[in-house]
């Protein structure tokens, strides 16, 4: 079991279109962040090899060539933003290498944007050509299931949904973990969130006995969408899980100088990062 960070980088990734910042010419490949996107990989009790991508940005296809991913088995998004969701149709390669449709989770109002966007593969039958299109299964997550703590239950691990809000957006977390003792990862269970400005006090709970948080991070200075990096300090203080990864960081971030800033047990994740 393991969780590959596929991009660590805010909407316009690092490093920006015409910036000469310290930052964006750094030759530190760490300061190098693709839009944010991560893989969760195991092996299944059956012996089957298992991805689930959590969002599908604009930098999907690069993602997952540098990373050797070779199988996509769901898809499960955070919300409805272009840095998370327009990489979608490059999961048709993963249809054709695997034969069969592809499942997306997603809340309603980000499966009504991603119905509207990609027209051409959920209505299909009003194509000009019959092209070659990617082949999804949608699936709702209803708040009753965010309110329940009931999970999604994909292939032996468990994604439970954690409301976070994103400026005034609510949008989705997870907490992740493995359903049996027979799958076992060091870094699991772990919560996942991104894009959050403040998580509602009843998300708290879900974020009991971490062993990994992974953590909403842009900068120092605050912003009105995003965790500063001392709000988000703040939330993994609070959490007190073994160990804690920020994501999402803008190019004021050098990678080598914040990190040396961290407490213990709280680093800044990189692209290509595999925890296990």
């Known amino acids: 079991m393991l969780l590959r960070f596929l991009g660590t980088g805010t909407s316009a990734g690092v ?3 015409g910036c000469e910042c310290r930052v964006c010419t750094s030759a530190d490949p760490k300061d190098q962040r693709l839009r944010t996107s991560v893989s969760v990989e195991w092996t299944d009790a059956t012996g089957h ?10 930098d999907l296809r690069q993602q997952v060539l ?8 769901a898809i499960v998004f955070t919300h409805n933003h272009v840095d998370h969701t327009f990489g979608l149709d490059e999961v048709r390669r993963f249809n054709a290498v695997q034969g069969q449709p592809i499942p997306i989770y997603a809340e309603p109002h980000t499966l009504g944007h991603l119905c509207r966007v990609y027209a051409h593969i959920f209505e299909r039958d009003t194509n000009v050509n019959d092209s070659f299109v990617a082949h999804l299964i949608p699936h709702r997550i209803e708040e009753q299931d965010v309110k329940s703590g009931r999970g999604l239950e994909l292939f032996g691990m468990r994604f439970v949904p954690i409301r976070g809000l994103h400026g005034r957006l609510p949008v989705l977390g997870f907490r992740i973990e493995a359903m049996s003792e027979q799958m076992k990862g060091a870094a699991f269970p772990l919560a996942y969130l ?6 509602p006090p009843e998300s708290y709970k879900r974020l009991r006995g971490l062993r990994t948080l992974v953590l909403d991070a842009l900068r120092h200075r605050a912003h009105p969408t995003h ?11 609070n959490v007190e899980a073994d160990r804690t990864y920020f994501i999402h960081m803008a190019h004021e971030v050098l990678h080598e100088e914040v ?3 961290l407490p213990e047990r709280i680093h800044l994740a990189y692209d290509g990062l595999v925890l296990e």
């Open 15 to 17: 490093p920006l279109i």
């Open 194 to 199: 991104t894009d959050i400005s403040a998580l």
């Open 259 to 261: 990190e040396a800033e």
């Open 49 to 58: 090899a298992r991805v689930v991508l959590i969002d599908a940005g604009p």
């Open 66 to 73: 540098r990373a050797r991913i070779k199988r996509c088995d």
């Open 227 to 237: 965790l500063s990096i001392d709000q988000a300090l703040n939330i993994a203080f």
